[in-house]
């Protein structure tokens, strides 16, 4: 498994921004996903995770209704896009997976770089 998260980059607030995390390997379809983010001198913190069919989510209620987590298995390839972003989203944006169920993100074992989404008020 070799996650790597790209497309972040400098947005206004209220704007929206897409971000997406590739996996090299050959297990994605097998493995259920989540981002994370972190800014500096805080912890990472869990956005969403998603199952590995696609058919459940689940979101933290920070980006709730602003957020939507999708993957394409068939791409191997995992998105957030993100709506109405506020200056408080701004962090370095982490994909994570594991083979575990969903429900399990902050037990998945395996990091993607990050990427970094700034948003200016």
């Known amino acids: 498994v070799q996650l790597q998260a790209s497309g972040g980059g400098l947005v206004q607030a209220g704007g929206s921004l897409n971000v997406s995390c590739t996996d090299s390997?050959?297990?994605?379809?097998?493995?259920?996903m989540a981002w994370f983010r972190q800014v500096p001198g805080k912890e990472r913190e869990f956005v969403a995770t998603?199952?590995?069919?696609?058919?459940?989510?689940y979101y933290a209620d920070s980006v709730k209704g602003r957020f939507t987590i999708s993957r394409d298995n068939s791409r191997n390839t995992l998105y957030l896009q993100m709506k109405n972003l506020k200056p408080e989203d701004t962090a370095v944006y982490y994909c994570r997976g594991d083979s575990l169920p969903y429900v399990d993100y902050d037990k998945f074992i395996y990091w993607g770089k990050g990427t970094q989404v700034t948003v200016s008020s």
């Open positions: 390997g050959r297990t994605f379809a097998s493995l259920s």
């Open positions: 998603i199952s590995r069919s696609g058919v459940n989510t």
